[in-house]
């Protein structure tokens, strides 16, 4: 993982991209944490409520039943205002000692932080942790398959802004299929079918003919839009029951697993599609890390011509692997109709491959981080419809803005410059 | 051409690499020079035929006569015949001339609506255009068309001023405000190198949510209203119209065409154009050239920022007076970036191919309304013109066209640097 570079060791003989390795002093975490501490002691002390928040951590269906946990929610508020100013202090304290606050400690503070903005919006309202956690998950599923297939494809040195038309083009498909064979699997085969198209037609434009690939993504995008709206007008809507009444998956509950508290209900009573996904994301890791196959992909994209001058053929390299990344992309597009919606709409993914996109660079390139970005964008969602429906203090479009504040905020200020994959969006031209 | 980047975008084994590599945007402005005109034609042409296609298809009567095709095939003909031109001329007289009107004056009103259609997509197209230039992608359209409509927008209807300058102070403040929100992202990626293709994504909700709750609650919401929605322009703000009431065509057209004058004044006239296209071409260079490569990022938004918010504001005191919603910026935002591939980023380009997608919107609608075909199948073909523009081997493999002697010879050039390079 040479993109990853999170603690600085001042004689690392491993760290080639920095010359000399003299530490320099970056204010930019503890900038952005104290923008949050600052915002934090503003809503949790300055504009306190008081009350009791509940948090629910069972439902009513679980085997172990845990209790409820009642926070006084003034008490916690300034107890997590102190804590998130130690943690600031810290890395101040951190900074001077020429060292950078670690990863955890920035979690630590993120989880403070959300722990206690949860109590203040909830106060004197309970608030169904497992259901939002579930929500989350449900909201993220296409987004990581998403961030899985850009990240391939990236790696591999294409570019892959398509990302929205395969998950498009993924749902579409999966639904006529699955309606006229009323069989969600053939349905999901389809979507991973219609996702490989749209991969081949990036491909081939951008490998054959050398067409810029971000001109291939974003055209390709309306032109899925296009098409499905298209077929949609023209074909399915007209009949309807026939074309566009997908059965949808049935959910699982794995045994054992499912009852853990608060895990077990949110990660396994999920369908089909969501323990695919899981296995996509560690077989995606494991094999771009660990194997042949990774190996000569990275190498494809961090630099062709020496992976040419090995032996390995760029082009089909490439091709083959934009193609399953865009497998992997339909799997997501399917999960709209099959697993969440059950029907086709126009334009249904709303941009979620582009969110996928923002968790692709978010995860600096890195399926596991990826992964955890589009968690982000899913809780973030989620906490908006989980806290409009117990009554949130601030007006919801705050509410619907936060996740997309806050992912700038840690864009800006925790993860910084971002480096792709070196030949990422360049064609290989073999002389 | 196909292979003219190819000494310049791969670096030489041992060299270190740089970060960020030299604009795509060059090879695709070469491209576009090295290939004939032809290709363009039959880009379109190829593109109206899938179109066709797909519209034969989906025709119910086409459908119904395949049935009986072995018996009487020339039904068949008949309906796909019947299907797509009835389309295609509802798509040129729903944007160019309609010759079903009697007088020459009613049967051009279609070709004002195309320049109305185009006016925004060409403003926006040229702001999209211009951070290509820079290397820089911005897809933050539909949020910096959102702030300046509504900056600008709560000075047409909120504030008193004489005519005209009153249009003037609302026009300024529009583009204050696309500028401010596109060079919010400049200095997110100069001062943090924050890429803007998150943030201009993340700033496009945040000013739709941001616009919705200002049309909700805030100063934009019509008093006495539940609908978010704005109060009407006021008339000293609106620009005027260019044919008499009669068309909808507005000053906004010529605010487009001085855009693009000025645009390409910037690019190919200007010292701050210089250096854009400097660091466009290679940040690593023009850094060692002496240009502040971080200052020409945020100039670069700021100024792609105001070109959108000119559209924004263009919509809202020009085309819908009567008070715009958080949907105004309809996706031009997205779909200025197709016009910008179109133009292949050149003002000039932009222009054109705005106009182009501005018949398109304004056909598609009369299309769907006279003849069913939903408008939909406008995106096809705009999406496949720019991928065939974009990929010429394609189109002349498809039409068996030999290869062009100009593009040989640069592709010859390189690939000699090339060998010579190794």
């Known amino acids: 993982m040479s993109t990853v570079t999170p603690v600085v060791q001042p004689a690392a003989p491993t760290a080639p991209e920095t010359p000399d390795f003299e530490f320099v002093k970056s204010w930019k975490v503890t900038i952005a944490l104290s923008i949050f501490t600052v915002f934090g002691i503003l809503l949790l002390v300055v504009f306190g409520r008081d009350g009791i928040s509940t948090m629910r951590l069972s439902t009513s269906s679980d085997l172990i039943q845990l209790p409820d946990v009642e926070l006084p929610t003034r008490l916690t508020g300034i107890v997590i205002s102190v804590l998130l100013l130690l943690i600031t202090a810290a890395s101040v304290w951190l900074v001077q000692a020429q060292a950078k606050a670690p990863i955890w400690l920035i979690s630590v503070f993120a989880v403070l932080l959300l722990i206690g903005f949860l109590s203040w919006a909830a106060a004197d309202k309970a608030i169904p942790v497992p259901g939002l956690l579930f929500g989350s998950l449900s909201l993220a599923v296409p987004l990581i398959f998403g961030a899985l297939g850009g990240v391939i494809s990236e790696r591999v040195g294409v570019v892959n802004i398509a990302i929205e038309g395969q998950l498009l083009a993924g749902a579409f498909t999966s639904a006529m299929v699955a309606s006229l064979t009323q069989q969600p699997l053939l349905g999901l085969l389809a979507a991973m079918l219609a996702g490989v198209l749209v991969s081949m037609v990036l491909a081939a434009f951008s490998i054959k003919y050398f067409v810029d690939q971000v001109i291939v993504g974003v055209v390709l995008n309306v032109l899925v839009v296009g098409l499905t709206g298209f077929l949609y007008s023209q074909v399915m809507a007209p009949n309807a029951e026939l074309l566009n009444q997908p059965p949808r998956f049935e959910r699982i509950n794995i045994p054992l697993l499912s009852e853990i508290p608060i895990i077990g209900p ?20 494991y094999g771009i890390f660990h194997t042949k196959w990774g190996l000569r992909l990275r190498s494809v994209g961090e630099h062709p011509q020496a992976a040419d001058t090995v032996g390995i ?32 709409g126009k334009e249904m993914t709303a941009g979620a491959g582009f969110i996928a996109l923002a968790a692709v660079i978010f995860g600096r390139w890195d399926p596991i981080r990826a992964t955890l970005a589009a968690l982000l964008f899913g809780f973030a969602s989620n906490l908006q419809n989980v806290l409009s429906i117990i009554g949130s203090p601030v ?3 705050f509410m619907l803005m936060l996740p997309y504040l806050v992912t700038i905020f840690a864009v800006a200020g925790l993860v910084g410059q971002s480096r792709g994959p070196a030949a990422s969006g360049k064609p290989y031209i073999k002389s | 051409m196909s292979t003219t980047q190819g000494s310049e975008t791969e670096p030489r084994a041992g060299v270190v690499a740089p970060t960020e590599g030299p604009s795509r945007w060059n090879r695709m402005f070469r491209e576009i020079t090295t290939g004939s005109a032809i290709i363009s034609v039959l880009a379109v042409v190829l593109a109206l035929v899938v179109g066709a296609v797909m519209i034969a298809f989906t025709n119910k009567d086409v459908q119904a006569s395949a049935g009986y095709f072995f018996s009487r095939p020339g039904d068949l003909l008949a309906a796909i015949w019947n299907a797509v031109s009835g389309a295609y001329s509802a798509l040129f007289q729903g944007s160019i001339y309609n010759f079903r009107r009697p007088s020459f004056a009613a049967g051009i009103k279609p070709l004002t609506e195309t320049l109305t259609f185009a006016t925004p997509l060409i403003m926006a197209g040229l702001g999209v255009a211009l951070g290509f230039r820079v290397g820089m992608f911005n897809i933050g359209g539909r949020g910096q068309m959102l702030i300046a409509a509504a900056l600008g927008g709560w000075v047409g209807f909120a504030v008193d001023l004489p005519a005209g300058l009153h249009l003037i102070v609302a026009l300024v403040v529009g583009i204050l405000g696309g500028a401010l929100w596109g060079g919010l992202v400049g200095v997110l990626k100069a001062r943090t190198g924050a890429h803007e293709v998150i943030t201009t994504i993340m700033l496009n909700y945040v000013a739709f949510y941001l616009v919705s709750y200002l049309l909700r609650e805030g100063f934009l919401k019509t008093p006495g209203s539940n609908n978010p929605k704005s109060p009407a322009t006021k008339v000293t703000a609106v620009f005027p119209d260019l044919l008499g009431p009669n068309y909808i065509l507005h000053f906004g057209f010529i605010l487009a065409i001085l855009a693009t004058i000025f645009t390409w004044w910037l690019l190919s006239r200007s010292n701050l154009g210089f250096q854009f296209r400097a660091v466009g071409l290679n940040p690593n260079a023009a850094r060692v050239a002496g240009i502040s490569v971080k200052r020409m990022y945020v100039y670069a938004m700021m100024l792609s920022g105001g070109l959108i918010g000119l559209a924004g504001i263009n919509q809202v005191l020009g085309t819908t007076t009567s008070g715009f919603g958080a949907g105004l910026d309809s996706g031009i935002g997205f779909d200025a970036i197709t016009v910008a591939l179109l133009g292949r980023s050149k003002p000039w380009g932009v222009f054109w191919a705005g106009i182009l997608f501005g018949a398109f919107k304004a056909g598609g ?27 010429p081997p394609l189109v002349r493999a498809i039409f068996r066209l030999p290869e062009p002697g100009a593009g040989r010879r640069t592709t010859q050039v390189n690939v000699t640097q090339e060998v010579a390079a190794k």
């Not at chain 1, 949110?266 to 890791?285: D, E, K, P, S």
């Not at chain 2, 299309?367 to 974009?390: H, N, R, T």
């Open chain 1, 395 to 397: 007006p919801s479009e």
């Open chain 1, 313 to 344: 053929n760029v082009a089909s390299t490439r091709f083959w692997n934009v193609s399953i990344a865009g497998a992997i992309v339909g799997l997501g597009g399917a999960y709209f109709t099959l697993g969440s919606v059950g029907a086709f």
């Open chain 1, 266 to 285: 949110v990660f396994f009573r999920q369908t089909l599609i969501v323990y695919i996904m899981y296995v996509a994301v560690a077989v995606v890791f």
């Open chain 2, 365 to 391: 609608f009369s299309m769907q309304a006279a003849e069913g075909v939903p408008i939909d199948i406008v995106l096809v073909v705009q999406s496949l013109i720019v991928l065939f523009i974009a990929a």
